[in-house]
């Protein structure tokens, strides 16, 4: 592809497939269970199961902050994977978080993200935060993710990524 050519967009089927083993290789991902719903143009759904061992106030049983935090750190992280033509590591620069409610004890959680836009240098993303069994939203977040595209190795990741073997 030369230099004036843009690159082919890619299906909501592959945007899926590429987040999912993105995740599958996150070991925080794991251990919390976070799993992607959905994923297509405007963005991704991404589930964070309620677990005891994530409670952080054992009074109410509300999750912990943190794992909230990691969520929508995620799920924005992992939309910029799929907004991008090609894989790319893009640390996150900044993480604005409102936290609205706690969440209800025993409900799990859906993080809605969306890019909002890609420059040459940064890529811009917010994420929303649900409870699944009523919408009621408990924290959204602002995100800044930085490209290091003249950084990029060739990485097993990367390849893994794109489709190859891990």
């Known amino acids: ?7 082919e967009p890619i299906s909501d089927l592959e945007r899926c497939e590429r987040a999912t083993r993105f995740i599958s290789v996150l070991r925080h991902c794991q251990v919390l269970g976070i799993s992607l719903v959905s994923a297509d143009a405007d963005g991704l759904v991404m589930k964070l199961p309620y677990a005891p061992e994530l409670i952080g106030n054992p009074v109410t049983g509300a999750l912990h902050g943190g794992s909230l ?9 992992t939309a910029v994977v799929n907004a991008l033509p090609g894989f790319e590591l893009c640390p996150t620069l900044d993480l604005r ?5 706690s969440a209800r004890s025993g409900q799990n959680l859906l993080a809605y993200a969306s ?4 420059t040459s240098t940064v890529v811009f993303a917010d994420c929303r935060v649900m409870q699944e069994n009523d919408g009621e939203l408990i924290a959204k977040c602002c995100a800044t993710f930085m490209r290091l595209t003249h950084l990029q190795p060739a990485s097993a990741l990367a390849s893994g990524v794109r489709g190859g073997s891990l």
């Open 115 to 118: 890019i909002q836009r890609v």
């Open 69 to 77: 935090t990691t969520l929508m750190d995620t799920a924005c992280g």
């Open 1 to 7: 592809m030369g230099n004036n050519e843009t690159p």
């Open 97 to 101: 978080v409102d936290y609205m409610r």
